[in-house]
């Protein structure tokens, strides 16, 4: 449980995030909450994505902020408290700035990555182990930024199978993100009846997941395209994050 409760938290802000490329799938004052919960009944924690834009060294950007924490029972024997920070282009999307603050029962990640597109180096500065360090990158987003840029591509045509394929900085190296297409399904919600696209992110298997498609998200098929459920089958009971509020959102919800 240690290591699975702060997996899935880092697993839920990378997998939220699919889109197309009009109209615009979010806008500035975006809020979204969400309730966790371990076997679909013991509250696990609550995460909290926020969207502003705002001003970054003279030029407008956007800023968004995507907290996790434990609460109840869980809390009691294993706190996480993470906090992730991210400047982006308001058009392109590209990363300026990503933060990362995280402390998981005593395990704690103190990281700035500053991003030079002129030459195509993230700075990273790790203030917990008072070491900087400079990574060459090509087309990269950042653990944040990719939950926006993703919402406004356009999978309208896809068909099940397919897959999306992202490179995501994070800690100081590049990794290969796949997200797989399952289709569509009417979900119920407790905001009622909802169109929504399934994906699944490709994870490994093994301690902590049953198998490499053991993570199923479920997006509202509009155009806001934001993430109302999360379900992780693990080697031992499941894991699940579902919509608790929004508010700010650039579309109408949409609702069957």
Do not use: C
């Not at 920070?85 to 603050?101: A, C, G, M, N, Q």
């Amino acid at each position: 449980m240690k290591r699975i409760i702060p997996f899935i938290f880092t697993l839920f802000f990378l997998t939220t995030a699919f889109g197309q490329e009009k109209p615009q799938a979010f806008k500035d004052g975006e809020w979204l909450r969400y309730k966790m919960s371990y076997s679909g009944f013991l509250r696990a924690g609550s995460a909290v994505l926020e969207l502003k834009e705002v001003d970054l060294n003279g030029k407008k950007v956007f800023y968004t902020k995507g907290k996790g924490w434990t609460s109840g029972m869980i809390s009691w024997f294993f706190e996480v408290d993470d906090t992730y920070e991210s400047y982006f282009d308001l058009d392109t999307i590209k990363p300026y700035v990503f933060k990362r603050k995280i402390n998981e029962g005593g395990y704690k990640k103190h990281t700035i990555t500053s991003f030079d597109y002129n030459t195509n180096t993230a700075y990273v500065q790790d203030f917990l182990k008072q070491k900087d360090s400079s990574i060459a990158f090509q087309n990269v987003q950042d653990m944040l930024s990719s939950f926006y840029f993703l919402r406004n591509r356009d999978v309208s045509q896809m068909k099940k199978g397919e897959e999306i394929i992202l490179d995501m900085f994070l800690d100081a190296q590049t990794y290969n993100f796949k997200l797989r297409f399952m289709g569509r399904q009417i979900l119920k919600t407790k905001f009622g009846k909802i169109k929504t696209l399934i994906f699944r992110p490709l994870v490994q298997s093994g301690r902590i997941f049953k198998e490499q498609e053991s993570v199923t998200i479920w997006i509202t098929d509009d155009s806001n395209k934001i993430p109302v459920k999360l379900k992780a089958d693990l080697a031992v009971g499941s894991l699940r994050a579902e919509l608790e509020a929004y508010k700010g959102l650039a579309n109408p919800f949409l609702k069957k």
